[in-house]
């Protein structure tokens, strides 16, 4: 047989879940978003891949022209 510990310990207090606590939030209703863009977020893009281009070219140029 199985001697009984002296050691008497307090039973540990047991909490409510915190999983099951609350219910999830309502979600949000979310505003609806254009997919398509506008004519003036067409051209602004347009405009900007050019530029970006032009100044691509031009720094090669710059590059090309002190290095030789």
């Known amino acids: 047989m199985i001697k009984q510990s002296k050691i008497r310990r307090r039973p540990v207090e047991l909490r409510p879940s915190r999983i099951r606590r609350e219910p999830p939030a309502p979600a949000r209703i979310q505003k609806q978003v254009n997919a398509y863009p ?22 090669a140029f ?4 002190m290095t030789s």
Do not use: K
């Not at 710059?62 to 022209?65: F, Q």
């Open 38 to 59: 506008t004519e003036r977020e067409v051209w602004v893009v347009v405009i900007g891949v050019i530029l970006f281009g032009i100044a691509i070219t031009a720094l």
């Open 62 to 65: 710059d590059i090309s022209y």
